[in-house]
């Protein structure tokens, strides 16, 4: 099994940063997809952001240039930077982690999410 704890969600002035992050415990596999996920009031969990083991990354256009994902692989730990927060930004963050397991399929795991409050 897997656990996925966040931190570093709070509340922030629109126009500043946050840094989040996940710490993945249990059995990680060597090859996983790990990313970020936000959820507005209402609204569906959409992907934010996301990084492989290998180093490659994919990002939400909303958020190019203002959001940066980055994962150390040595703690199975990921980040999420996110500056010129915008109050749209705001919601859930929920850590997501991907992987394939001894059956070959391959599972899905969440964190409980944090909360980003950006004020205007």
């Known amino acids: 099994q897997v656990q996925l704890v966040e931190s570093g969600g709070g509340l922030v002035q629109a126009g500043g940063s946050l840094r989040l992050s996940c710490a993945a415990s249990g059995v990680i596999r060597s090859t996983n997809r790990m990313g970020w996920y936000h959820q507005a009031p209402g609204k569906q969990r959409d992907l934010v952001a996301a990084i492989t083991s290998g180093g490659t990354t994919d990002y939400a256009e909303s958020v190019k240039g203002r959001f940066t994902i980055s994962r150390d692989n040595a703690k199975n730990t990921a980040y999420l930077q996110m500056n010129s927060l915008k109050p749209e930004d705001a919601g859930v963050y929920y850590c997501?982690?991907?992987?394939?397991?001894?059956?070959?399929?391959?599972?899905?795991?969440w964190g409980q999410g944090t909360q980003v409050t950006v004020s205007s």
């Open positions: 997501h982690l991907r992987q394939r397991e001894e059956d070959l399929l391959e599972y899905n795991y």
